[in-house]
């Protein structure tokens, strides 16, 4: 029993060892973006009996900070593969928590809203990040890098090999898409904080996004996004 699971170490090292491509990069962003989207919509329905989506963007179930979250885990936990799990646990625990405070002030400051608030909770920072999810940021870092993560990087590795190039132009496809998503959603996000303000288009593409996403629309799309006074 216990041979093998050295052996199924060695291999999730062994396979953590390959190069973080670019492309890899790109694939765990995507992937990310849209697992933790669901994940967190199923969790929504068990806990509050009720369908909401999560999405952090505009076009499809997708939310960037799931996607640049487990960039950071990746690249953060891939010189330390071989180190003892709660080794593991305590750096992703505090990066994680880090990470969660510093897109919650970035949102703020952007676009002057939040989607999530722990100000009531046990050791929070300033609402923006707490301790019972920096203990699930460590739990996670340690569940990516010994097991999820060595499956990823072969599920990817047999996209990029696909016949007749399918696997370079799926990617190709997929990240205009991903990169023209997340522009438009931060652009009529941003534009809509300057609605708040006061302030005018000054553009033809401003008087677009105007147009096409409304105050209405961009609620329905980021049901749990609140205004900050």
């Known amino acids: 029993m216990k041979s093998n699971v050295k052996i199924d ?21 995507f992937i990310a973006c849209f697992l933790g989207t669901v994940i967190e919509m199923i969790f929504c329905f068990i806990i509050e009996n009720r369908i909401m989506t999560r999405a952090g963007v505009i076009y499809g179930p997708f ?11 990746t690249i953060l936990l891939h010189n330390f593969r071989d180190k003892k799990k709660l080794y593991i646990f305590l750096i992703t625990m505090v990066v994680g928590a880090g990470f969660e405070y510093i897109c919650s002030l970035f949102q703020e400051l952007a676009f002057g809203t939040i989607t999530w608030e722990y100000s009531n909770t046990f050791l929070n920072l300033q609402g923006r990040t707490n301790f019972a999810y920096s203990v699930f940021w460590g739990t996670l870092g340690v569940f990516w890098i010994k097991t999820a993560y060595p499956i ?7 996209i990029m090999n696909l016949p007749k190039k399918i696997g370079v ?23 809509q904080y300057e609605r708040r303000q006061g302030i ?3 553009n033809s593409f401003e008087i677009y996004l105007d147009n096409k996403y409304t105050d209405e629309y961009l609620k329905k799309v980021f049901p749990m996004s609140r205004l900050v006074e």
């Open 9 to 29: 170490e060695v291999n999730n090292v062994e396979a953590i060892d390959k190069k973080i491509t670019v492309v890899k990069m790109f694939w765990i962003f």
């Open 63 to 73: 939310n960037p900070v799931y996607g640049f979250g487990a960039l950071l885990i």
């Open 152 to 158: 990823l990087d072969k599920f990817i590795e047999n």
């Open 169 to 191: 132009i799926l990617t190709v496809m997929l990240f205009i898409f991903m990169s023209y998503n997340c522009f438009i959603s931060i652009a009529a996000s941003r534009r």
């Open 200 to 202: 005018g288009p000054s």
